[in-house]
């Protein structure tokens, strides 16, 4: 069974973090992607993990909450390439920090653990 601590110590997390970001920062300037692809690109390999990050550090989100804001946040990435043919983060990050704050509040309302 998956436990608290088994998360990966919260340097390695941010250091996991920057060489993603680092990676695609490299792979943009070597490949000259266009900036309607690099900065979607960037955004969500920083918003993605530091979300992950707040609910599991700042407010122990359980499991099965992290889960539905997972599957949220790629239903409504799917649904946004699948409608429009482009990827609209202006529409799905309002609506999963939403959701964020949802799940955080009925955190904050739960007993606490004996």
Do not use: K, Q
């Not at 070597?30 to 960037?42: I, K, Q, S």
């Not at 429009?84 to 606490?112: D, K, M, N, Q």
């Amino acid at each position: 069974m998956f436990t608290f601590r088994d998360r990966p110590a919260n340097g390695l997390f941010v250091g996991t973090i920057a060489l993603v970001v680092l990676g695609e920062v490299y792979l943009v300037v070597r490949f000259e992607f266009y900036r309607a692809v690099t900065l979607p690109l960037l955004i969500l390999s920083l918003y993605v993990p530091l979300t992950f990050f707040f609910f599991c550090n700042v407010f122990h989100v359980r499991r099965e909450r992290e889960l539905i804001w997972a599957g949220v946040f790629c239903a409504l990435c799917g649904l946004s390439v699948l409608l429009t043919g482009t990827l609209h983060l202006t529409a799905v990050i309002p609506l999963c920090l939403a959701l964020s704050a949802w799940f955080c509040y009925l955190e904050t309302r739960r007993p606490p653990a004996p």
